[in-house]
């Protein structure tokens, strides 16, 4: 069974620091993304990362993907307050390569104070 | 405008009393899922489907059915609720090659 754990679960931090959410997973899978979810709505994706040492960067947010330990990060560099929310990585598990059967960490609430 | 909707965005019902959560997308993509979320234990996957009339488990199906009779529809059925399938519900939709999945807006269950 696919186990998708995040760490922290909640982060404080202040406006203008750095800090990396930590997404761990127990069974081989190179497809793994990552969601924001602002209180009250639904999910929007952020990244997609497909293949081992896949890295990709948006803003302040930048997402890296190492197969081999099983392990993604989510990287904030200089947080700013809009910034806050839940965020999720997801782990495809299945073998159709479509993101069909996906599995979840438990999610790192955000929050970015002034 | 591409999208997944879902209808209703919130319901309250009683146990036993069958209901259904509509689940459109207008992308013309192959998968569809449906997720429960529920504090702490972030989403889970209740069903998928892969094309019209291929449907499989995800983790958490116990209580649950579904239907893909066509491509862009997939409703969530409850026979039976009980009060332990009061959770905020998503249903999802993304290409064949999985570049990401497209959230609906979620409907908020309450089984009393």
């Known amino acids: 069974e696919l186990k998708v754990e995040q760490n922290p679960l909640f982060l404080s931090m202040q406006e203008g620091k750095n800090y990396t959410i930590y997404c761990n997973y127990s069974?081989?899978?190179?497809?793994l993304y990552w969601y924001r979810q602002d209180p009250g709505k639904s999910l929007e994706s952020l990244f997609v990362?497909?293949?081992?040492?896949a890295v990709k960067q948006e803003g302040r947010l930048m997402a890296s993907l190492d197969t081999k330990a099983r392990l993604s990060t989510l990287h904030i560099t200089a947080a700013v307050h809009d910034l806050s929310a839940t965020y999720f990585c997801?782990?495809?598990?299945?073998?159709?390569?479509?993101?069909?059967?996906?599995?979840f960490g438990t999610g790192t609430r955000l929050q970015v104070t002034l | 405008e591409a999208q997944v909707t879902q209808n209703p965005r919130y319901l309250i019902t009683v146990t036993g009393k069958k209901l259904t959560v509509t689940c459109s997308q207008n992308?013309?993509?192959?998968?569809m899922s449906w997720y429960r979320q529920d504090p702490g234990l972030g989403l889970r996957q209740i069903y998928y489907?892969?094309?019209?009339?291929?449907?499989d488990k995800g983790d958490v199906p116990e209580g649950y059915k579904v239907s893909r009779k066509e491509k862009r529809n997939f409703p969530l059925i409850l026979e039976s609720p009980s009060p332990n399938q009061t959770s905020l519900y998503f249903c999802?939709?993304?290409?064949?090659?999985?570049?990401?999945?497209?959230f609906g807006p979620g409907t908020r269950l309450t089984v009393l």
């Open positions: 999802a939709s993304t290409r064949q090659n999985g570049d990401t999945q497209y």
């Open positions: 069974t081989t899978s190179d497809r």
């Open positions: 990362l497909l293949s081992n040492g």
């Open positions: 997801a782990v495809d598990g299945g073998n159709t390569g479509t993101a069909s059967k996906l599995t």
């Open positions: 992308m013309n993509h192959e998968y």
């Open positions: 489907s892969m094309n019209v009339e291929v449907t």
